[in-house]
């Protein structure tokens, strides 16, 4: 089956540290990549959509120059986490989609398993 | 508004006992409706989904789904709870954004499945 992977799974760091995670469809083109964060005990929560070759798109409230997302290919999408401070502690996770979404209505997205973000 | 509820934080059943796990929606139009099941410290694995055809659908490790348009409900069964079932589960609902779809997830049900 389609497999994403995501690394690192965990990263401890100090305040004003900027942090790269990685997430890579290993076995499909991924056009599009999804970027969710996770709070303890809650649900997941849309940051933004990542798109193959252009600009991603952002959901509301969710600071643009604070997480940088690129997508350069159709398998490697990247969330750089800017100037991170302990408010941004938090379990993120990736996933994409086999082929194009718009064309491919009801294909379940594929998760990483997530990257443990602590800012000391 | 388009919406996921599970209404229950947590479910408790013995091994051996039939589960069930809560899903509502509210969407405009068709629902295209999702299972995951997260394992901690690990991303989501997909379960089963429902698009059209039959309402109940058979899903991964043997668990089912029931969609009931009336009701707007999507809730996950399984006859026989074993105690590695226990996880956390999310429903979800696609939903079309700019073109194109993404996921909106209810706030997840614990399942605690005791020997």
């Known amino acids: 089956g389609a497999v994403v992977s995501q690394h690192p799974s965990r990263v401890i760091c100090k305040s004003g540290t900027s942090v790269k995670i990685e997430c890579r469809s290993l076995d499909f083109q991924a056009t599009t990549m999804f970027w969710y964060r996770q709070f303890p005990k809650q649900s997941l929560m849309l940051m933004a959509t990542s798109n193959e070759g252009s600009k991603a798109t952002y959901e509301q409230g969710v600071e643009k120059d604070k997480f940088l997302i690129n997508h350069a290919s159709l398998t490697l999408s990247t969330l750089t986490v800017t100037s991170a401070h302990p408010e941004d502690s938090s379990f993120y996770i990736c996933?994409?989609?086999?082929?194009?979404?718009?064309?491919?209505?009801?294909?379940?997205?594929?998760f990483g398993d997530g990257t443990r973000l602590s800012i000391l | 508004a388009q919406s996921v509820a599970q209404p229950e934080d947590q479910v408790n059943v013995a091994e051996g006992n039939p589960l069930t796990v809560k899903c509502t929606y509210s969407?405009?139009?068709?629902?295209?409706l999702f299972w995951y099941v997260q394992y901690p410290n690990r991303g989501l694995q997909f379960l089963l989904k429902?698009?059209?055809?039959?309402?109940l659908v058979k899903g991964s490790y043997g668990f089912e789904a029931e969609f009931n348009k009336s009701q707007t409900s999507f809730h996950l069964k399984k006859p026989s709870a074993l105690v590695s079932d226990s996880a956390l589960y999310f429903c979800?609902?696609?939903?079309?954004?700019?073109?194109?779809?993404?996921?909106?997830f209810g706030a997840g049900t614990r399942l605690a499945v005791h020997p």
């Open positions: 969407v405009s139009g068709n629902p295209y």
């Open positions: 996933s994409a989609g086999e082929g194009l979404m718009r064309d491919r209505e009801g294909q379940p997205q594929h």
């Open positions: 429902y698009i059209t055809g039959d309402n």
């Open positions: 979800a609902v696609r939903v079309p954004s700019g073109g194109y779809n993404k996921l909106i």
